[in-house]
Nanobody
Framework: QPELRESGGGSVQAGGSLRLSCAHS????????MGWFRQAPGKGREGVAT????????YYADSVKGRFTISLDNADNTLYLQMNNLKVEDTGMYYC?????????????????????YGQGTQVTVAS
């Protein structure tokens, strides 16, 4: 498993923006699935956005479509999540994940990393 390190979380007012970063070590596959998950207090972890590293497949949860953008910079091995027009309900711990799932699974909306391997997370708090 690659090492994953999230950063960029913080506290913002509703309507504000944040950009999360996930620095990761090289993976032993040419292409693989990466994604962002979040967990609100008292709730289970949910998938927010995923991306297959060939750039051809992405997935967004309905709750973030049109507001969040997932992207990957292969040059510095960093996955990003640009979050705009943040809402109070976006509050939670955000985690990065990666595994060699194929694009059909990666973009299908139900992928989660095998073995439950995530980074340590970064907290996002949106105030009303």
């Amino acid at each position: 498993q690659p090492e994953l390190r999230e950063s960029g979380g913080g506290s913002v007012q509703a309507g504000g923006s944040l950009r999360l970063s996930c620095a990761h070590s090289r993976y032993a596959y040419s292409h693989y699935c990466m994604g962002w998950f979040r967990q609100a207090p008292g709730k289970g972890r949910e998938g927010v956005a995923t991306l297959y590293t060939d750039g051809r497949t992405t997935y967004y949860a309905d709750s973030v479509k049109g507001r969040f953008t997932i992207s990957l910079d292969n040059a510095d091995n960093t996955l990003y999540l640009q979050m705009n027009n943040l809402k109070v309900e976006d509050t939670g711990m955000y985690y990065c994940a990666a595994d060699p799932a194929p694009p059909t699974v990666c973009g299908g909306g139900s992928w989660s990393p095998s073995g439950g391997y995530y980074g340590q997370g970064t907290q996002v708090t949106v105030a009303s």
